[in-house]
C-alpha cells in the first residue's frame, strides 16, 4: 500500500493531516524522541508533544515523559487496529438504534378513520411547531384547534390558516363563539388568516417533515368512510407546502393579518423571514438582512450577505407579487450589488438561507 492511500485511510479515523504524518514518521523509527520526530515530519517539536498526547488518548502511540528527553513509542499496529476494531463494535448498537428511530421517524405513515382522532392528531400536531405551519380546516371545527393555534403564534410560529366552509372573516368569528370584542387579528389564532367558501381537503404541514391530510368528507360528516394520512417525511413535507401555497392559498380570501413582530429577530424558516420583511416594509420602515447560506451554484459555496432589503416577492400578504405560486424571495443590496435570496430549494436566486437576520435600520 503506498503512503498516500494509507494516510487517507487513517484520516478516516479522524486523524488530521499532521497527527497522520506524525504517526507514520514514528511508525518508521518505532521509538524517537520529539525533536527527531519533528524534524522528520515537518512539523514543531512543541506540536509534536501535543499531538502524541492526542494519539496517546487513542491508543496508537505511547509517550515516556519520565524518561529525559522524552520519547514517543508508536504501539504495534495489532494493537491499534485491535482497538480501532473494539471502538467500532462498542458504538455498533448506539448508531444502529438511532439510525432505526430515524428511519421510523422520517418513514412514519399512519392511517386515522375517525373525524374525532383527525382533530386530536392536529392538536398534537400544532403543539409540536416550532417554525412554520399551514392548515386548512372547515370553520366549525375551528374551535377544537383554537387554543394550540394561539399558542404557536405566542411561540413565535408562522401561522397561515385557511378556513373553510365559510364566506368571510364574520363566519370566522362566529365559528370562533365570539360575535363582538374580537381582536383584527381574530384573537391571535394566525398570522394570516384567509377565507374559502368552498370545502377543500383539511391540510397541514408542521415545520419541514410532518403533517396531515384529510378529505373534506371525513369531517364533514361523521359516517365517511374516507381516512386521512399522518406522516412524518422530510421529502414529502415541501411538496404539501407545495401545494398548499400554490392551489389552495391564491384562491381564499385574505381576511386577517398580523403586525409585525419586533425586530431584531433571527429566522430559520426563510418564509417567516420574508413575512416580517413585506409586513416592515408596508410600515415604512427600512429593514436590514443578514443572510448566511449558500451560494445557488455547482460548488454551493457558503456566504453571509448582508444588507438594506432592496425587495421582496412574496405570495403570502396581499397584494402578493411572486411570479411563480411558492416564490417567496428578498433582494438584498451589498457593498458588491444586489443579490437575491430564497428558501430552502431556492434555484431562481443566487443564494439560499439557512439564517436570516432582519433589523432595522
Known amino acids: 500500500m503506498d503512503d498516500r492511500t494509507l494516510a487517507d485511510l487513517l484520516r478516516r479515523f479522524g486523524l488530521s493531516e499532521k497527527e497522520t504524518d506524525t504517526y507514520l514518521t514514528l511508525l518508521e523509527y518505532g521509538e524517537a524522541k520529539a525533536s527527531t520526530v519533528a524534524d522528520a515530519a515537518g512539523v514543531s517539536k512543541r506540536y509534536v ?11 496508537f502511540v505511547e509517550v515516556h515523559d519520565h524518561a ?43 392511517v386515522v378513520k375517525s373525524r374525532v382522532t383527525v382533530i386530536k392528531r392536529i392538536r398534537s400536531l400544532l403543539e409540536g ?81 410532518r403533517g396531515l391530510i384529510a378529505p373534506p368528507e371525513l369531517l364533514r360528516r361523521s359516517d365517511s368512510d374516507r381516512q386521512a394520512i399522518v406522516f ?11 401545494a398548499f401555497l400554490g392551489n389552495y392559498w391564491p384562491a381564499a380570501t385574505e381576511v386577517s393579518l398580523s403586525g409585525p413582530a419586533a425586530l431584531p429577530a433571527e429566522y430559520e424558516d426563510f418564509r417567516h ?3 416580517q420583511a413585506t409586513l416592515h416594509r408596508r410600515e415604512g420602515d427600512a429593514v436590514r438582512a443578514t443572510v448566511a447560506g449558500r451560494w445557488i451554484d455547482e460548488d454551493a459555496e457558503p456566504v453571509e450577505v ?30 458588491e450589488g444586489p ?13 439560499e438561507a439557512e439564517l436570516t437576520r432582519l433589523e432595522l435600520e
Open 232 to 242: 412524518a417525511q422530510e421529502q414529502l413535507s415541501p411538496v404539501i407546502v407545495g
Open 306 to 335: 448582508s444588507g438594506r432589503v432592496r425587495s421582496v416577492k412574496q405570495a403570502m400578504v396581499e397584494p402578493t407579487n411572486n411570479e411563480f405560486p411558492v416564490e417567496n424571495s428578498l433582494t438584498i443590496e451589498t457593498d
Open 273 to 275: 423571514a420574508v413575512f
Open 129 to 209: 411547531a416550532d417554525a412554520e405551519l399551514t392548515l386548512s380546516l372547515p370553520a366549525k371545527h375551528l374551535t377544537a384547534v383554537r387554543g394550540a393555534l394561539a399558542d404557536a403564534v405566542d411561540r413565535g410560529v408562522l401561522v397561515l390558516l385557511v378556513v373553510t366552509d365559510v364566506e368571510d372573516a364574520v363566519g370566522v368569528r362566529d365559528a370562533l363563539g365570539e360575535t363582538a370584542g374580537i381582536d383584527p387579528d381574530l384573537g391571535g389564532i394566525a398570522s394570516v388568516v384567509r377565507t374559502w367558501g368552498e370545502a377543500m381537503p383539511t391540510i397541514l404541514t408542521i415545520d419541514t417533515g
Open 339 to 351: 443579490v437575491s435570496v430564497g428558501g430552502q430549494g431556492a434555484f431562481v436566486e443566487g443564494v
Open 68 to 110: 529525559v528527553p522524552t520519547t514517543i513509542r508508536a504501539n504495534p499496529p495489532e494493537e491499534v487496529i485491535e482497538r480501532l476494531r473494539s471502538d467500532a463494535d462498542a458504538i455498533r448498537p448506539g448508531l444502529e438504534e438511532r439510525y432505526s428511530r430515524a428511519e421510523r421517524e422520517t418513514e412514519q405513515f399512519e
Open 49 to 59: 508533544y501535543s499531538v502524541s498526547e492526542s494519539l496517546a488518548d487513542r491508543g
